[in-house]
């Protein structure tokens, strides 16, 4: 295994010898005579729900049934303990450039990947070839929530609430059937969905919408949801670097536990990464404290970072096979 591990150390050390080198022959790669059209400041929302009867539901919960979640749905109710740090977070999307999809902080650029949400997420449903697209031809709305819930057709079209094109099921009807569901598969289901809906994929708040339901719907299919969270995530950072304003809709709270595994601004994660049953999220949740910080300090201290004060790869990520041509 050492060997191994060894050898894999070696060719990731020539990846970055060769991605260095490229970068000095070949300079930028964005297109001649492009000229940026962000605002000087952004200003950002990171409005969140309220995630506080989650959080009591799952505490309740004992042993057996979190241990369901895991095996089926992964790491996702550690999310549930990450504090969100607006100051933080707004300093950070100002650094997030369109043209490049990535974060450019001083001279390091660097940007989430999939194999680090999925590390994250630690999703044993996840099959990393198999990612979510919407389908053609999908069921409707109802028919999802009738599979998702086990309820009735009547029961679900009485809750079902439309605003527009939009439609939604709100979390009050999830938090009624969470509690009282006679069913222990579906209520862990149930739970799920309302972090994708409330959490991951936080559009409207106090709801889970239509779109949150297809996604959640193909699971069962052990497709990779991680593609679509960070496409969501660049999508909501541009979309608000370019207007100059605008709420953050995605996961913070995975951006900024990703955030914090690489600059270690807060408290050093302790890895443990080659136990079976490592999970990073859980480790950076117990090791990050709460640091009051004006926004104007951290705006300064990203714009100043230099390479030697990041990690390039997070501590937790074991080295792996990397396709870099």
Known sequence: MENGLL?????NANVHRW?????????????????????????????QNN????????????????QLFYGNYGDLPYLLNVQIDEHLFRALAQ??????????????????????????????RFQVDRIYSRAANVPTFWKKLMTITGMS???ITAEIKEKGECKYISWDALKGLILTHPDETKRVDIFALSLYGLMVFSRALGYVDEATTDLFHRLSKRV????????????????????????????AQLLLAWFY??????????CRVFFEDYSPLKDIVASTRKVD?????????LQNLQSKDVEWRAPWMIPGEILYR
């Open 224 to 251: 990779n949801s991680v593609p679509a969270i960070l496409a969501e995530t660049f999508r909501f950072l541009s979309t608000c670097r370019k207007a100059g304003a605008g709420r953050f809709v995605g996961c």
């Open 51 to 66: 995630l506080q009867e989650l959080k009591e539901i799952w505490d309740q919960w004992g042993n057996e049934t979190k």
């Open 293 to 301: 910080v004006p926004e104007e300090n951290w705006m300064a201290l």
């Open 19 to 47: 991605s260095e080198q490229t970068q000095l022959e070949k300079g930028d790669s964005i297109a001649a005579g492009y000229m940026s059209e962000l605002s000087g400041y952004a200003r950002i929302s990171v409005t």
């Open 95 to 124: 650094f997030w450039n369109p043209a490049y999809s990535c974060f450019t902080f001083g001279e390091v650029d660097l940007v989430p990947t999939v194999e680090e949400y999925t590390t994250l997420l630690r999703c044993p």
């Open 153 to 155: 057709e009547q029961w």
């Open 261 to 270: 595994s690489h600059f270690r601004l807060i408290d050093k994660v302790i």
């Open 7 to 11: 050898d894999r150390v070696e060719s």
